[in-house]
T-cell receptor, first 116, second 116 residues
Framework: NAGVMQNPRHLVRRRGQEARLRCSPM?????VYWYRQLPEEGLKFMVY????????ESGMPKERFSAEFPKEGPSILRIQQVVRGDSAAYFC??????????????FGPGTRLTVT | GNSVTQMEGPVTLSEEAFLTINCTYT??????LFWYVQYPGEGLQLLLK?????DKGSNKGFEATYRKETTSFHLEKGSVQVSDSAVYFC???????????????FGQGTILTVHP
């Protein structure tokens, strides 16, 4: 059973370009979460999605960031007009639909974004 | 809002030493609590969890007990190995109506280095 897949693993963008990060959840998982890890910091929640729905986007910056999880295909985190401060590791996690009463989250290997 | 505080790091130990990493939390209700481990260049792996007061989570020789009276979830291991060198994150997940769901709130992480 494959784990959570993220690609690319490393992404370099120049200031002003767009970055697209992809996440394929584990088989059977319908919930996806995105987290950002800035250098020397812990992980900060960004957005929680189910298929075709954004459930909680309270951690998303108001501008330039968007996320989707379409009916078919991976979840996409999109960053428009990247700035140096966007350089970070972006982790995706997935969880199954109601299994017991704790939605355990399984993490992918992350995408390390570098903005030059 | 919810928050997690971990002891300041980094922590450096000799092999076979006893490990404690402190974690305290602030949350309403009865959150679920987790410890995750991150090895260099990798994503987070769930180490252990506890979903209600006085529960003890354990895995690979690590243990943590959910103490509601002190709002703590300290991580312990009786005898660490070099291979335990990693970053350890304490996290909580809100609980509503007996179901934990949604975003994880992480502590800042504690870097553990174990020397032979």
């Amino acid at each position: 059973n494959a784990g959570v897949m993220q690609n690319p693993r490393h992404l370099v963008r120049r200031r002003g370009q767009e970055a697209r990060l992809r996440c394929s959840p584990m088989k059977g998982h319908s919930h996806v979460y995105w987290y950002r890890q800035l250098p020397e910091e812990g992980l900060k929640f960004m957005v929680y999605l189910q298929k075709e729905n954004i459930i909680d986007e309270s951690g998303m910056p108001k501008e330039r960031f968007s996320a989707e999880f379409p009916k078919e295909g991976p979840s996409i985190l999109r960053i428009q007009q990247v700035v140096r401060g966007d350089s970070a590791a972006y982790f995706c996690a997935s969880s199954p639909p109601n299994r017991g009463y704790t939605y355990e989250q399984y993490f992918g290997p992350g995408t390390r974004l570098t903005v030059t | 809002g919810n928050s997690v505080t971990q002891m300041e790091g980094p922590v450096t130990l000799s092999e076979e030493a006893f490990l404690t990493i402190n974690c305290t939390y602030t949350a309403t209700g009865y959150p679920s609590l987790f410890w995750y481990v991150q090895y260099p260049g990798e994503g987070l792996q769930l180490l252990l969890k506890a979903t209600k007061a006085d529960d003890k989570g354990s895995n690979k020789g690590f243990e943590a007990t959910y103490r509601k009276e002190t709002t703590s979830f300290h991580l312990e291991k009786g005898s660490v190995q070099v291979s335990d060198s990693a970053v350890y994150f304490c996290a909580l997940q809100a609980n509503a109506g007996g179901t934990s769901y949604g975003k994880l709130t992480f502590g800042q992480g504690t870097i553990l280095t174990v020397h032979p």
